[in-house]
């Protein structure tokens, strides 16, 4: 892996509303196929083109569902608030450090990649699919902004037991923006709600139990 330093900023990919019949299993493995032989996150971000804050919601998840170091997930969940913190003041673009978006791997590793993530994309491309999408206007993209903000927030808070779900909850939410799919979108909103209300209540019973201790 390399990347290539530089002192500006860029917007790596356009979000829109845009309909997107070709499979994101076809576009990565077409993708892999196409590719020079180094492929950097620009040019995965210019790919996916209007899946952008699902995409990035999704990637960002993934890594806190997996058994972490205490504090660690305090980290990992930083770059789902700073995705979810521009969708919520009406980016319309996700925004990377010209560094980040330049940051390249080789052509093989990404297809050795691509062969271990498409089986699963293919496997849930089962059953999401683009249909009954209600996020079509600004405002409502900003209302979802500020539900995963809430969500991304939790995850960063160091409350015991409580990362994972929300966590769950936007990788959830990011294959459903991904995919335009309204049924796996309401589904993610209530693991959401559910994994809020399991956080909340692990802090108010932890202050109670802390007030009945001191």
Same mark, same amino acid.
């Given at each position: =892996? ?6 500006? /900023? ?11 019949? !070709?499979?994101?299993?076809?576009? *990565?493995?077409?993708?892999?196929? $196409? ?8 040019? =995965?971000? !210019? ?20 058994? &972490?170091?205490?504090?660690?997930? =305090?980290?990992?969940?930083?770059? =789902?608030?700073?995705?979810? #913190? ?7 673009? @996700?925004? &990377?450090? %010209?560094? *980040?978006?330049?940051?390249? /791997? !080789? ?6 990649? @691509? *062969?271990?993530?498409?089986? #699963?994309?293919? %496997? $849930? ?7 009954? #999408? ?13 539900? @995963?903000?809430?969500? +991304? ?13 929300? +966590?769950?909850?936007?990788?959830? &939410?990011?294959?459903?923006?991904? !995919?335009?799919?309204?049924?796996? &979108?309401?589904?993610?909103?209530? /693991? ?10 692990? @802090? *108010? ?10």
């Amino acid at each position: =892996m390399s990347h290539q330093s530089s002192t500006s /900023v860029v917007p790596a990919i356009q979000a829109g509303v845009r309909h997107h019949p !070709e499979k994101l299993s076809d576009l *990565l493995e077409r993708l892999a196929r $196409t590719a020079d032989d180094r492929i950097s996150i620009r040019q =995965m971000a !210019e790919a996916l083109d209007d899946r952008s804050f699902g995409a990035f919601l999704l990637v960002f998840a993934l890594p806190n569902l997996i058994p &972490l170091p205490p504090g660690a997930t =305090m980290i990992l969940g930083l770059p =789902m608030v700073v995705v979810a #913190w521009q969708m919520l003041i009406g980016y319309n673009k @996700v925004w &990377l450090p %010209r560094a *980040l978006a330049d940051y390249s /791997v !080789e052509r093989a590793t990404f297809q050795r990649m @691509v *062969l271990r993530v498409v089986p #699963w994309l293919r %496997r $849930t491309e089962t059953w999401v699919r683009p249909r009954n #999408w209600p996020l079509n206007g600004a405002i409502r993209e900003q209302i979802f902004g500020l539900f @995963v903000l809430i969500l +991304a927030i939790i995850c960063v808070l160091p409350i015991p037991f409580g990362n994972w779900p929300p +966590a769950f909850a936007i990788a959830i &939410l990011g294959i459903a923006h991904t !995919e335009r799919d309204g049924n796996c &979108l309401v589904l993610g909103g209530v /693991v959401g709600i559910i994994a809020a209300t399991v956080a909340s209540a692990i @802090v *108010l019973f932890t202050g109670a139990l802390l007030l009945r201790i001191f």
